[in-house]
C-alpha cells in the first residue's frame, strides 16, 4: 500500500476484531471512496486489508487519515464473513423445496438445482464469504427466487428457454458492498428476484 496511514495505539487496540466492527470499517472507506478521499486502488488495497486485519488495532490504522464521521454507527448493507473455503455449496430440490434464510452463509460459489421443484435464498440477513460471490442456478420446471438487500450489485447471466431468468439489482450500489453473479438456466421454470432492505441487527 503506497503512504499507508501510520498506526496509533488506543485502548482497544489489542481487541480482537469483530465482524460489527469490520462492517463499520467497510462502511468509513466507502465513505471515503465516494467523497474523493481514496482512489479506486487505494479503497480496494485498504478494503483486502480490513479482510486480513485480526485486531481492532489494524482495522483503525484504515481509517485514521480520513475525514469521516466515527461517531454515528455504520450500518453496512451486509455482513462479511472471510473464508478460505473454495469448495462450493450444493443445494438441490428435486420434487420438493427448500429455503436459505437469517444469518447464513453465502460461500464464494453456491450450485443450486431446482428439478419439479422450488427454492428462495434470501439474502438480506445473510454474511458473504466474498467481495463477490457467485451463485449458478439451474431451474427445470421449477422455480428459484432469490432476494437480495439494499445496495448489492447483481449481475444476472442467466439464460431462460422456455422460461424466465431475471434477478434484479438493487438501484445505487453501495461500493463497500458484495457483488452477487447470478449464472445458470431456466428451462421450463423461472429464476427471479427481488430487492428488500436489510434487517436492523
Given at each position: 500500500m503506497e503512504n499507508p496511514p501510520m498506526r496509533r495505539d488506543s485502548q482497544t487496540s489489542h481487541l480482537r476484531a469483530s465482524d460489527s466492527n469490520r462492517e463499520q470499517v467497510a462502511a468509513l472507506l466507502g465513505e471515503a471512496l465516494s467523497t474523493g478521499q481514496l482512489s479506486h486502488d487505494e479503497y480496494s488495497e485498504r478494503l483486502d486489508g480490513l479482510y486480513q486485519a485480526?485486531?481492532?488495532?489494524?482495522?483503525?490504522?484504515?481509517?485514521?487519515?480520513?475525514?469521516?464521521?466515527?461517531h454515528r454507527p455504520a450500518a453496512g448493507p451486509v455482513s462479511y464473513v472471510p473464508g478460505?473455503?473454495?469448495e462450493p455449496e450444493n443445494i438441490v430440490a428435486i420434487f420438493g423445496g427448500t429455503e436459505r434464510k437469517g444469518r447464513w452463509r453465502v460461500r464464494r460459489r453456491t450450485r443450486a438445482l431446482a428439478l419439479f421443484g422450488g427454492m428462495r435464498f434470501d439474502l438480506t440477513g445473510a454474511e458473504f464469504e466474498a467481495r463477490e460471490v457467485e451463485i449458478t442456478v439451474n431451474a427445470f420446471f421449477g422455480g428459484v427466487e432469490i432476494i437480495v438487500p439494499e445496495g448489492v450489485e447483481v449481475r444476472c447471466q442467466g439464460v431462460g428457454i422456455?422460461?424466465?431468468?431475471?434477478?434484479?439489482?438493487?438501484?445505487?450500489?453501495?461500493?463497500?458492498?458484495?457483488?452477487?453473479?447470478?449464472?445458470?438456466?431456466?428451462?421450463?421454470?423461472?429464476?427471479?428476484?427481488k430487492v428488500r432492505r436489510r434487517p436492523e441487527r
Open positions: 485480526k485486531t481492532v488495532g489494524e482495522l483503525e490504522i484504515l481509517t485514521q487519515d480520513l475525514q469521516v464521521e466515527r478460505a473455503s473454495s422456455f422460461g424466465g431468468f431475471d434477478v434484479p439489482s438493487a438501484a445505487g450500489a453501495d461500493p463497500s458492498a458484495p457483488v452477487v453473479v447470478v449464472k445458470g438456466l431456466a428451462l421450463f421454470g423461472g429464476v427471479g428476484g
